[in-house]
């Protein structure tokens, strides 16, 4: 097993490779370099938008972006000829032959309190649609957010124990090395699987040291009545999130099926009418595969959306309930990535 040293170089080496990647197709895109790559536009997820702050540890950097580069980026897509989609009226887009450019279609999962705060102003402004995930275990306070507690917690101990699956393992989080290494280690645990009993686990051991789980989610997550307020915006659409947040993979088809169709009908009691839209939890291929894309037709939604990276092409036609997204990523705020990710040509290398 690699110690803290070694997965914190790790950390650094890989956001280094990635943002010379992005300088490298910033360049190529600049340069005309395949213009066919872009396709017909891209799906864009984020998750917190507010204002930058300082967090010495701060393990989910990534999930956060300023308002300022949401203007910023939606400013650059419109300059490179995109127009705004909303995301229901995506597969009328793609059917269409004669658009005038590729989309820009706006995600944001979770139902973020900011999401309403500080980017609802910014679409806007520009007049684009958006489309919010909302889970209903969140919106209820029943459910935690993982992360979120695991960050708050790790982030006051000096010993961090926990089961990751073969009987409890005590690792020092004393330096912020270890505090990565210790919140690193956990987030692979819930990776690929089943993942209720290991939320239960950390929850208790938030509650033990006197930090309150829902009460996390109860400072950062929307409410019925301001979910139901911001449905009334002519641009916001609520799409479903599940229930819980599971990763769907690791269910039950039964219990899959169960926390799509309720929180499809937990969207409806906020909304008025049964959501169109449905964003898979995690949603990459660890977290929902062909048997949660098939449930998401059968269960009557329009199109659901994945985390799978990529760009939107005709053929997706075909595939809507498998819809790829592109991440705008706290570590790399700048316009010109935005501009490298939406030319396609990260995905097309691959």
């Not at 500080?118 to 919106?139: D, L, N």
């Not at 690193?184 to 209720?196: S, V």
């Not at 997550?221 to 139901?228: A, G, K, S, T, Y």
Request: include cysteine; charged fraction near 25%; glycine fraction near 8%.
């Amino acid at each position: 097993m690699y110690g803290p040293s070694t997965i914190a170089a790790r950390r650094i080496f890989k956001r280094a490779i990635i943002q010379g990647g992005l300088e490298a197709v910033s360049l190529m895109s600049k340069a005309g370099i395949m213009p066919g790559a872009r396709g017909m536009g891209a799906i864009f997820t984020l998750h917190h938008v507010r204002p930058a702050t300082t967090k010495e540890f701060d393990p989910t950097a990534h999930l956060t972006i300023t308002p300022e580069f949401l203007d910023a980026s939606i400013t650059k897509l419109k300059a490179d000829g995109h127009i705004p989609v909303a995301l229901e009226d995506l597969p009328e887009f793609l059917a269409n032959p004669n658009q005038a450019g590729p989309a820009m279609v706006f995600t944001l999962d979770d139902g973020y309190r900011d999401n309403d705060m500080h980017a609802r102003p910014v679409f806007e402004k520009h007049g684009v649609p958006y489309t919010v995930f909302i889970s209903g275990g969140f919106v209820d306070r029943t459910h935690s957010i993982w992360w979120e507690t695991a960050e708050q917690l790790i982030n006051q101990v000096d010993e961090f124990t926990f089961d990751y699956g073969r009987g409890d393992v005590s690792l020092p989080t004393r330096t912020l090395v270890e505090k990565y290494a210790a919140f690193d280690r956990l987030h692979k645990t819930f990776t690929c699987a089943e993942q209720e009993s290991i939320a239960s686990e950390l929850d208790a051991k938030a509650r033990a040291a006197g930090i309150c789980p829902t009460g996390i989610v109860d400072r950062e997550v929307m409410d019925e009545n301001e979910l139901r307020q911001l449905a009334t915006r002519p641009l916001a659409r609520l799409g479903a999130h599940t229930i819980g947040h599971l990763n769907l993979a690791h269910l039950t088809s039964e219990q899959m099926r169960s926390e799509i169709i309720r929180s499809s009908e937990r969207v409806a009691e906020i909304t008025g009418e049964m959501p169109r839209t449905l964003a898979y939890p995690y949603g990459d291929r660890c977290a929902a595969g062909p048997r949660e894309y098939q449930a998401a037709e059968e269960l009557g939604f329009k199109l659901a959306v994945t985390t799978n990276p990529g760009v939107l092409h005709r053929k997706d036609l075909r595939r809507q309930f498998a819809l790829h997204r592109i991440s705008l990523n706290g570590y790399y705020q700048k316009r010109r990535y935005v501009g490298a990710l939406a030319s396609g040509i990260p995905f097309a290398l691959i």
